[in-house]
């Protein structure tokens, strides 16, 4: 790798080429000779609905998994990704969906972690690292300690220091899986400026996302995926979001936001009377049966606190929360369920998956009380009863029976909606329900929600897409620094004024 | 085209064989017991036989709370001793009120008392398990000779006592029809109960168990409380197949036990695991330290053997789930 | 915990109260303190302990858990463990002895003992990192083979040092100027290497890495499975002149020497503050760990607390510290 | 001319056995008005070596090991530099200046003499041997062979048909007693190198439901109070061969007086033995409190041993 940061020789030709590549797994064929050209200085987008292979590209890319068949050149030569370190040495950088940081480390560290800065005798030189990392921060404009501990980042920033690593590695080809997931509107702006130094260096970006908007933003050209195969590589002028939406998922998307209920609402099903904990003070709210109670705030506002919060599962200062009249026990997920809340968490991995076990046991987890008789599992009734989701949903398994974690994103966060939705809950709390989620299957949770809200559900949803929270809910409360600045209703709520009540 | 492959989507198998078959122990098993009984005769002897049982039952018993505990994601090295300690105050309760039973409970109870002293430093006080376990195992250790530095001897010369674990039931010795009785509930609860559904989801992600409304931690102080329960009964057997409470019995166990689980297939990570796997990672091991003696070999062997035997089946676990993710 | 010592150099710029204040939130300062502690009491409790006789016993006593200690903690931070050390350090004097009876020198019985360990090392980092089985498995396997194999080739006795060689008694009794024993010195020596490598060379740092997090080290370009090897590598010649010196203690290869080794060693190690995750922790803090066991042990040899006592009081220490561990980080 | 203290490292303080012993020297050196204290080694060698190391430390004047094996040499050769009188209890180690210990292979040759004419008398001159060994130790090794070569002096023809690792503590030698049994359970002797071993096999043996009618158990130590247990009811369990463990701590406190007065004294000091018969036998040179017993002095004095050992596992 070169030391000193210089603009990518850029000869002619493609960054890389990939040609008729072929991946599959047991039961699945992930990718179906696909092929994919970056072009320098270019961003290309990748686009799919869930599972439908991108994430198996890149991580082929990132020599994460082999190919089965297929050949990869990079600046017109063939390359051979047969490790991570195989990649890394041809010049791709891949920022992952799942954080790919050392928490123990500081950022500084974590920036340098493939290749320290070493004085003469080879020692790491811990000097040269904290200033190249600050001189690094400052010239993106990122506003991150170099010397803070990464673990104690919050994760928005976690993710810039990603972005940055791959800036501090020279690399020619910058691969991004779902970026923005978690970022601000400001941080993403901020990425986007990032994105355009690189490739105003000259590097060719390869960007994955479920975000249109993004797409038409920054992106040059678009590959659409379909089930493994490729399905159309057009340049983005020549796409409508309705065109890719078709490309993406083989049919109209007529209404994202259904909207098919009486918005008056009707009983009070959830309150939450003067609820403080560590991040919170002083909530107070009231959740009805058939509606969507939308919560907006910036990142760090302390939705995800409240959501955990009031199904039990983090402990609470003072406040009640009453279910239907009853009282639930503070920092106590059993009477909650019992009650009738749940929780989907914004954070799959380690507050939904169980890793280890299969479809069927993930989904059924909630609602297996049902299921027994005498504390003996019915597994026929259970199975059926999966199955009706599954197929509801249109969940992409081989057999009930696979583990959750061979899954897509999107398929999984499917499951772990069934696992609430088996057991009739009063209210359910989700947070970022459609984080990761394909526009397809987006569609699918709206109506999903809309329809639960419509049988009276009080759903109340956290979120930070602005289009989500407009086009689902009823009434809109708004948080800053772990309080409800406002609770307005929705036919009088403008994208402005939440947004000012977001920032007080 | 590229359709998923739903052919098991619609034809459910109840106990799906692959993931957690144990054909490869089933096999490695029956080539020891062939192998054996081609080097000696007596193998097969009805006498050799009841007694391998009864070297099972001890391991099995205290293998059937730790194989739950393993899943669960949480080991508990004390159980060696536990039991000890428990065989010391159920002799000594035996002498003392002159009855079999009130000794008996005393020793169990002993048992599950050590059990939830682990459940509470390891899910309130937050110790890992294995270093508060080891820990446990030091302070019992030391703590037995407090109790009585001298083996407590069935003084009262009970029969009762010593027919726990010489006893037959039918042609079943007593601490085999013991062990049956548990593995046959513990697997029965582990396999088609609720709260065996729960221990493997606890043991995968406690979290989310939690968020779907599980109490991860009462679930695993129950589990440590059968554990030590198990463990306090295997000490009383142990103590009956001695006729005395030995203050150092019991030392390394709690390894021959997890070394069985271990073969068994259950994972050190949680969420994995069988209680078919553990019954026949007991046997083996006792199949290999039968066989050893049965053909004269060296004793030094017991130690060799079944640490490659572990060794292996660790790895043909690997390469057969390697395959069957292929 | 461990904190990087990029962030440690820069509290040298801090004023002197927030100076403080960042050292005693470090897990080696409330060790040291313990240190401090422990010796203060045995000082007060007993006369003969607080002697520069007494300490360079202890520090003698206490090489040997720390030079294997050094090995397992590199090993526990890069995420897997090692418990066939005991083992492996009763093996490592039978190569060493039997080459000196049969006439070869001490250093050639030296480099058998260090092929030995080199050899288990090499089997243990390959099952364990190359075909992936559980490192606890893997050496719970290695520890159980080579006690066995020690016992069939020793036929369960001693074999002890018949040519006397003056040089192999005093590696391990001898002492520099009377006083400091050499096996306090290699210790010493091993440690201050040992502690650069984990902090200052990028292969230490690699080492925290994989064993923080192995997937993303796997996704930064590293060879996991190389570095989790070398670390078994280390481990087990760390195990095999700790059994070095051993043997030269005991003027012999004692077919149960380091039996019950790997249980005094993990509990140091954890005591000394690092997580069995992996990762987290410091060789600093383990030699703490080996020191605070070590002080301890003495001490309440001085003060004839019975043997049981000792073991329920170091097990009780134990839970204690590793509790408040815990109690620290979640306050956090 | 009094040592002011004496310190001893023991092998194992939590074994019977040791206990004794360390009753037997705290008694003697209260006699003369020597401060003694102990440490214990908890069968690792390696700590031995510490406890010791610190004793030295420590200044004591005279310093009293059981070796939990050969690795004290070192130690040996590191008192006599620092001019530390050294007396050995149990068992020898190279260099050593002085041992108290009884004849491990005469105490089993005892036993097998009464053992064969036990088995003269009640068992028809048959005599099939199990012995519930411990090959770790060469001293335990030794036990065995006297025995053996004491019952063939009576029963000429006597077989050893099962010699096991009992391990020497009683679930290991329950557990390989069991499997041996299972192999080829034609005896009629079992033979314990301690009592634990011998108490394994019995209950071995009685676990596979056999009568103990034609059977004869044979302990080895009298170290507590189990083999007195056992004589008293178990019907098999007839001969104790006993080592007197107070006595043998008696007189190692003798022995450090002795050295630390640079008088000479023999290599091997030998503490007596002796072979123990039927329920009462025991009677003769204990008596049984509230869980202790009590050693009867006249009885065991009387004892005298012989000067040398029949045969010794050292080779030096
Ligand atoms: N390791 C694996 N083992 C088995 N199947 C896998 C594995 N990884 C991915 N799959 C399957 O391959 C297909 C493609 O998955 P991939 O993760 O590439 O989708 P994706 O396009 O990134 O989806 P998402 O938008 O949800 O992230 C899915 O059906 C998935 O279940
Ligand atoms: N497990 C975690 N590790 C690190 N940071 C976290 C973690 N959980 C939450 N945070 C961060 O703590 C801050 C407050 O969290 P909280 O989740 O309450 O806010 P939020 O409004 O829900 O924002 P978010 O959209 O991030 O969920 C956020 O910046 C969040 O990113
Ligand atoms: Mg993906
Ligand atoms: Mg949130």
Known sequence: MPAEPSPIATQDGPALEVIGINKRFPGVVALEDVDLTLEPGKVHALMGENGAGKSTLIKILAGVYRKDSGAIRIGGMDADLRTPRDALRQGIKVVFQEIALISEFTVAENIYLERYPTDRLGSVDWSAIRKDAAALFERIGFDIDPAAKVGDLPVSQQQ????????????????????????????????????????????????????LGEVFEIADTVTVLRDGCRISTKPIIEHTQDSLVQDMIGRHIENLFPHSRDMTGGATILSVEGLSTAKLTDINFEARAGEVLGFFGLMGAGRTELAKAIVGFD??????????????????????????????????????????????????????????????????????????????????????????????????????????????????????????????????IFALLDR?????????????????????????????????????NRNEATQEAILNAAIA | MREILQSANSTPTPHRLGANSPVVLIVLLALLCIAISIGSSRFYAIE?????????????????????????????????????????????????????????????????????????????????????????????????????????????????????????????????????????????????????????????NPQAARLSGLNPERLKQILFIVTGLLAGLSGLILASLMNAGQPTAGRGFELTVIAAVILGGTSLNGGRGTLLGTLLGVLILQVINDGIIILGWDQELQLVVPGIVIVLAAYLDIVRRRAGAR | MQRSPSLSATAGDMGAVAFCNALFRRNEMVLLLCLAMVIVFFSLASGSFFTIRNFANVFGQASLAMIAGIGVGVIVLAGEIDISIGSLAGAAGIPLVVIMNNGGSLELGIAGALALALTVGLVNGYLAA???????????????????????????????????????????????????????????????????????????????????????????????????????????????????????????????????????????????????????????????????LSFLSNGFGMLDVPTEWQEVATGIIIITAVAFDEYKRQRK | NMPRRIGYVTNYATHEWYQNVIKGMKARAAELGIAFEVRDANLDVNKEVSA??????????????????????????????????????????????????????????????????????????????????????????????????????????????????????????????????????????IYGINDSSAQGGLQAWKASGRSQ??????????????????????????????????????????????LFNKQSVPLHIVSPSAAIVGADGWKKYYSVGENVRTIKWDAVNRLTPPANCMKTSAPF
Not at chain 2, 150 to 164: G, H, V, W, Y
């Open chain 1, 315 to 444: 402990p609470i200062h003072t406040g009640r929360i009453v279910i239907d009249g009853k009282a639930l026990l503070p920092h106590d997920t059993r009477t909650g369920v019992a009650l009738g809340i749940g929780l989907l968490s914004e954070d799959r991995k380690t507050e939904g998956l169980m890793p280890e076990l299969s479809v069927l046991h993930n989904a059924s987890l909630a609602a297996l009380r049902q299921f027994t008789i005498a504390g003996f599992v019915d597994e026929g009734r259970e199975r059926g009863a999966v199955q009706q989701f599954i197929d509801k949903f249109r969940v992409k398994t081989p057999s009930l029976h696979q583990e959750i974690k061979y899954l897509s994103g999107g398929n999984q966060q499917k499951v772990l909606l069934a696992r609430w939705l088996m057991r009739g809950l009063k209210v359910i709390v989700v947070d970022e329900p459609t984080r990761g989620i394909d526009v397809g299957a987006k569609s699918e």
């Open chain 1, 452 to 488: 639960l809200a419509g049988e009276g559900l009080a759903v109340v949803m956290m979120t930070s897409e602005m289009p989500e929270l407009l086009g689902l809910s009823d009434r809109i409360a708004v948080m800053a620094g772990g309080r409800i600045t406002t609770i307005i």
């Open chain 3, 130 to 292: 190359y075909l992936g089985i559980n490192s606890l498995i893997v050496t719970l396997g290695s520890m159980f083979v080579i006690r066995g194999l020690i016992y069939l080739y020793t036929g369960q006795k001693a074999i002890p040092d018949e040519q006397s060689l003056e040089s192999f008694y005093q590696i391990g009794n001898g002492r520099l100027l009377g006083t400091v024993p050499y096996s306090a010195l290699t210790a010493f020596a091993l440690l201050m290497g040992f502690m650069y490598l984990m902090r200052h060379r990028p292969f230490g740092r690699n080492i925290y890495a994989v064993g923080g997090n192995p997937e993303v080290a796997r996704l930064a370009g590293f060879n996991v499975k190389g570095i989790k090897f070398i670390c078994f590598v280390i481990s087990a010649v760390l195990a095999g002149i700790s059994g070095i010196l051993l043997s030269s203690r005991l003027g012999s290869a004692v077919h149960v020497a380091g039996l019950g080794f790997e249980f005094q060693v993990v509990a140091a190690v954890v005591l000394g503050g690092v997580s069995l995750a992996g990762g987290v922790g410091s060789l600093f803090g383990v030699a703490l760990g080996v020191l605070i």
């Open chain 2, 48 to 204: 050799n036989i009841t007694a391998i049982l009864r070297q099972c039952a001890l391991v099995l018993i205290i293998g059937s709370g730790m194989t739950l505990l393993l899943i669960a994601a949480e080991v508990d090295l004390s159980v060696g001793a536990s039991m000890a300690f428990a065989g010391m105050i159920a002799m000594d309760v035996t002498n003392q009120t002159g009855s079999v039973w009130l000794g008996a409970a005393a020793g169990i109870l002993f048992g599950g008392l050590v059990g939830l002293v682990n459940a509470i430093i390891v899910t309130r006080l937050k110790v890992k398990s294995l270093i508060a376990t080891i820990a446990a195992m030091m302070i019992l250790q030391g703590g037995v000779f407090l109790y009585s530095r001298q083996a407590i001897q069935n003084n009262n010369q009970l029969p009762a006592f010593t027919a726990i674990s010489t006893g037959f039931f039918g042609p079943v010795p007593v601490p085999v029809l013991i062990a049956a009785i548990i593995f046959i509930c513990t697997y029965i609860v582990l396999r088609h109960t609720l709260f065996g559904r729960y221990v493997y989801a606890v043991g995968s």
């Open chain 1, 160 to 211: 810039m220091v990603e972005i940055a690593r791959a800036l501090a590695h020279q690399a020619k080809i910058v691969v991004m899986d779902e970026p923005t997931s978690s970022l601000t509107p400001k941080e993403v702006e901020l990425l986007f400026n990032v994105i355009k130094r690189l490739t105003g260096l000259g590097i060719a970006v390869l960007y994955v996302t479920h975000k």
């Open chain 4, 52 to 189: 010791a190391e610190d004793f030295m430390s420590q200044g004591v004047d005279v310093l009293i090991i059981t070796p939990v094996n050969e690795g004290i040499v070192p130690l040996v050769r590191r008192a006599k530099e620092q001019g530390i009188p050294l007396v050995l209890e149990g068992s020898p180690v190279k260099r050593m200046t002085t041992m108290v210990a009884t004849c491990d292979y005469d105490t089993g040759y005892l036993a097998g003499v009464e053992a064969g004419n036990y088995a003269m008398n009640h068992l028809g001159g048959m005599a099939k041997v199990m012995n519930v060994g411990l090959p770790l130790l060469s001293a335990t090794v030794l036990r065995a062979h006297g025995f053996m070569d004491g019952l063939r002096t009576i029963v000429p023809n006597a077989r050893l048909a099962n010699d096991i690792d009992g391990g020497g503590n009683p679930d290991t030698a329950l557990a390989a007693s069991t499997a041996a049994l299972a192999r080829n359970a034609d005896i009629n002797i």
């Open chain 4, 213 to 258: 009618k034609n059977l004869l158990v044979v302990g080895t130590g009298g170290e507590g109070l189990g083999f007195i247990h056992s004589m008293n009811t178990e019907p098999a369990y007839k001969i104790e061969a006993a080592m007197f463990p107070e006595k043998e701590g008696f007189t190692a406190i003798d022995t450090a007086v002795k």
